[in-house]
């Protein structure tokens, strides 16, 4: 376990960063925010983790820290700017806020290393570690998933209108959708900047968004789980598929397409079907049972007594 563990540690660390990356779009989609800031997020949060570390001598923790708020403020900030737009007009928008924090990034100096990017920003913090505060996300985003919370945010996904006229808050759901999108996203940037110890403008550009996109397809919108899955399906999709070479693409756009079109809730709502399934059948079970076993406790409770009587009923 101790050899497969080392000898796949980079994928780990990817699978959970990228878990990270995809929860900060998933988390306004699910309310019906069509949002890609937790893109930019990303990109706030790891430059601005390795400033702290590189310009300020901040220590590891301290400067992720840093990152998850100056994110999470931003993208809030963005959340209020853009309130009133929806649908592709406001996944325009955050798509072009991600595209300005990689302008501002190229034309940032020495603070940010212009188009070179930022090297030397050498976190201390490991696997285990990252393992632990991925878990601590997932416990937080599980909890607003579940329950009355749960079926608020699908309130306001499926009809805010009726969702608003059940006295819930829509655009306050909104709002904190951005916000701990932009906190997640901050999150995954500033751990992964400061494991490879180094960011660049490269790093934050479209393909991150079609990457969690397609993470959030292949698993599932509807919760944390289909991430998840996502997730492991992505990043370690090209050491199972290694064989076919160059086909490797033509693998991830089959499988893109067939979970569009025949798994409209990702592969989390095809178990959950499957689990349905099988209850019911587990559940169909005793009652055939009974059934079967039927006619033997009628004639049992047919059979005439010592007196030569019949028992009216089972009871009597």
């Known amino acids: 376990m101790t050899g497969w563990f080392a000898s796949n540690v980079i994928l780990i660390q990817t699978t959970l960063t990228t878990t990270l990356l995809a929860l ?29 570390m590189v310009h300020l001598g901040w220590p590891t923790y301290p400067a992720i820290l840093l990152g998850v708020v100056v994110a999470a403020v931003a993208t809030y900030i963005l959340g209020v700017i853009v309130q009133r737009l929806s649908g592709l007009y406001l996944g325009m928008a955050t798509l072009a806020f991600t595209l300005i924090i990689s302008v501002l990034a190229v034309n940032g100096g020495s603070l940010t290393g212009g188009a070179a990017g930022l090297f030397g920003a050498v976190g201390t913090i490991d696997v285990p570690q990252i393992l632990l505060i991925v878990v601590g996300v997932v416990l937080v985003v599980s909890y ?40 997640i996203g901050g999150l995954a940037g500033a751990i992964t900047t400061l494991r490879r110890t180094a960011i660049s403008p490269a790093e934050v550009n479209f393909g991150l968004i079609v990457l969690a996109l397609t993470v959030i397809i292949v698993g599932g919108i509807g919760s944390w789980v289909g991430v998840l899955i996502g997730a492991v399906v992505f990043v370690w999709l090209p050491t199972w598929v290694a064989f076919v070479g160059q086909w490797e693409d033509l693998i991830y756009g089959t499988i893109v397409v067939l979970a569009a079109v025949f798994m409209p809730d990702g592969a989390h709502g095809v178990i959950k079907m499957l689990i349905r399934r099988l209850r019911v059948r587990i559940s169909r079970e005793p009652r055939t049972f009974e059934t079967a076993a039927l006619p033997s406790i009628r004639a049992v409770r047919d059979r005439p007594d010592s007196r030569g009587l019949v028992r009216d009923g089972v009871d009597s």
């Open 144 to 183: 607003f998933e579940t329950g009355s919370r749960g079926r608020r945010a699908d309130a306001v996904r499926e009809d805010p209108s009726l969702a608003a006229a059940m006295g819930i808050h829509v655009s306050r759901y909104r709002l904190m959708a951005f916000l701990a999108s932009g906190a």
């Open 24 to 52: 900060s779009l998933q988390i306004p989609i699910r309310l019906g925010v069509f949002s890609f800031a937790g893109i930019g997020a990303f990109g706030i949060g790891g430059y601005t983790a390795a400033i702290a």
